[in-house]
């Protein structure tokens, strides 16, 4: 896939690139990069191995920059990422990729996109702005499902699962990181080391660097609440503990004096006169009673129960 920077991207053929009229965007696989590599003269040498590919970044080099992009699949995060790379000097861009990610974009911009003023920089801005461009409503989604659990925890307690929490947090993880690439791949642009851009329009790198750091602090936000959550979670923990260790000793506390009396009429001693009294089991009957009430009604009291 060839296209000229024009208004739009206009699809060509490979020979309208070297005429050099227009700058340029180039989708090729891997094997079509080490067949064409000499035509597009960037002076590098740019083996690329799209299964070591494992962050997003941006080199420098002597008249070209050239980096790669390892990008998560917004359906399944934590999954395997979406991987490719690029070449880069005034004339154009080039992408290697073979997943066929990379031509879904361009084709997207090309049948999206209009420019009053053309430019590479605005092509570049562009393709990175689709990478991320359903991300706010992705954190929007998550911070309402994490409102959702909290509620839930806070209404029924220890008996809400912290499963789902737990994978927002991972993919949260995985975005901050995402993030961070993205947010250095900007500012390399944004450096223009070898004056590939026009200093003007450099400020389309700006725009994109500063909308990831957004993006990268709401993720922060994101962790810091469900590492909230999971305080809440062990809260309600020590809470439902507590209250069994509450229970627990009151129903001590009232058996222990029925204990005393048990121990204190099982002696069986000969000359205990209660065992001849005719009133002497009510008697105990009662005060077992008294005993089991009055306990009971002071530990409401104190609010123990």
Not at 19 to 34: D, F, G, N
Not at 265 to 278: A, K, S, V
């Amino acid at each position: 896939m060839y296209y000229l920077i024009k208004e739009s991207l206009e699809p060509c053929e490979f020979e309208a690139l070297q005429k050099q009229e227009y700058q340029y965007v180039a989708v090729l696989t891997t094997e079509e990069w080490r067949e064409k590599q000499p035509l597009f003269d960037m002076g590098i040498e740019l083996d690329i191995n799209v299964d070591d590919i494992h962050n997003t970044k941006a080199e420098v080099n002597y008249d070209s920059l050239t980096g790669t992009f390892s990008v998560p699949s917004r359906r399944d995060i934590c999954g395997k990422d979406y991987q490719y790379a690029f070449a880069l000097d005034e004339k154009g861009m080039v992408f290697i990729d073979s997943t066929g990610v990379v031509e879904r974009i361009v084709k997207r911009i090309a049948r999206t996109r209009k420019w009053k003023v053309p430019c590479l920089e605005r092509f570049i801005y562009d393709f990175l702005e689709t990478i991320i461009q359903r991300d706010q409503a992705l954190m929007e989604g998550y911070e309402k499902e994490l409102d959702s659990i909290e509620d839930e925890l806070m209404d029924t307690g220890t008996e809400t699962p912290l499963d789902r929490a737990n994978e927002i947090r991972s993919d949260i993880r995985e975005l901050r990181t995402h993030y961070e690439q993205l947010i250095d791949l900007g500012q390399e642009l944004q450096e223009n080391e070898n004056n590939f851009f026009k200093p003007e329009n450099t400020r389309y790198f700006r725009l994109f660097t500063d909308r990831v750091t957004r993006l990268h602090d709401s993720a922060t936000s994101l962790r810091d609440y469900t590492m909230q959550l999971r305080d809440v979670y062990n809260t309600q923990i020590d809470v439902k503990q507590n209250r069994i260790m509450t229970l627990l000793t009151v129903v001590t506390t009232i058996f222990m004096p029925l204990t005393l009396i048990v121990g204190w009429y099982g002696m069986n001693f000969r000359y205990m006169p209660e065992l001849e009294t005719r009133w002497g089991y009510p008697t105990v009957v009662v005060v077992s009673l008294v005993i089991v009430i009055g306990s009971l009604w002071f530990f409401k009291k104190k609010k123990w129960l």
